[in-house]
């Protein structure tokens, strides 16, 4: 099977492919998301497919998770609806990804705890109100993509498909974040020679570096985070729910 390779050096079009998630094989897995031959969504549960155009993911953003139909049926309340969301991304990352899953629970709680910063500042100018509440904004928050692939450019090894490997990757304001936790495990050189290369060479991306230590703390670091994540409503007329476009209707047993 011929290799079709997004390529984010691209001058004519531009992309970034990303695998994510608990995957032994991210080259299988692409090469599966693309059999379709219809054309690929920006977004699974388990790629992504970044241009320049797109606006950036969120929790709010349709493809990465589906609603059951029960699910939706049922839970009816904010806070449900954002631990469901929070159980989806947390099921996603290998139990023994110990930094990993402690950077994840302290962002996750801390876009929640967002929430009610925005409240007090709506109590405090006498914004909100209406049709929705400060919690309804904490799905605008920006969607963590864990254990990411990111697919290099053809250049770098004569054609033959090559990932680098990061802990996390956020897309949003028109840049992608990779995140890096110390305590996470030292990566072979074969694995540090992909990421070097694409820390280097891709013209949209940030590297942000988390220690040892404040990966231990268990709180987030939101003062090495872009404003346009750490205040996600920013520049958003409404919040949006967690509403993909389809259902999945359970079958019964």
Not at 99 to 126: I, M
């Amino acid at each position: 099977m011929a290799f079709e390779y997004p390529d984010f050096l691209s001058r004519s079009a531009p992309k970034t492919a990303i695998i994510y998630g608990q995957v032994t094989n991210p080259l299988r897995l692409w090469e599966a998301v693309n059999a379709g031959g219809d054309g690929l969504e920006p977004l699974s549960s388990q790629h992504a497919l970044i241009q320049q155009s797109h606006g950036g993911f969120r929790l709010s953003s349709p493809g990465w998770m589906d609603f059951t139909f029960n699910e939706r049926m049922t839970l009816t309340q904010t806070s449900e609806l954002f631990l469901l969301c929070r159980e989806k991304i947390m099921r996603s990352v290998s139990d023994f990804a110990l930094p990993l899953r402690r950077f994840l629970e302290a962002y996750l709680d801390f876009v929640w705890a967002q929430t009610k910063t925005l409240q007090e500042e709506h109590k405090a100018t006498g914004a909100g109100g209406g049709l929705f509440s400060a919690e309804d904004w904490g799905f605008s928050g920006w969607l963590p993509l864990p254990q990411a692939y990111i697919l290099l450019p053809p250049t770098f090894d004569g054609g033959c498909a090559q990932f680098a490997e990061v802990d996390v990757v956020f897309w949003g304001a028109q840049r992608l974040i990779a995140v890096c936790l110390e305590g996470a495990g030292t990566p072979p050189p074969s694995k540090q020679r992909k990421r070097r290369y694409l820390f280097d060479e891709h013209p949209a991306l940030d590297v942000i570096s988390i220690s040892r230590e404040q990966v231990a703390e268990g709180q987030f670091p939101a003062d090495l985070f872009p404003v346009a994540l750490t205040r996600y409503w920013r520049d958003l007329p409404n919040p949006l729910g967690p509403a993909p476009p389809r259902l999945v209707l359970q079958t019964p047993s």
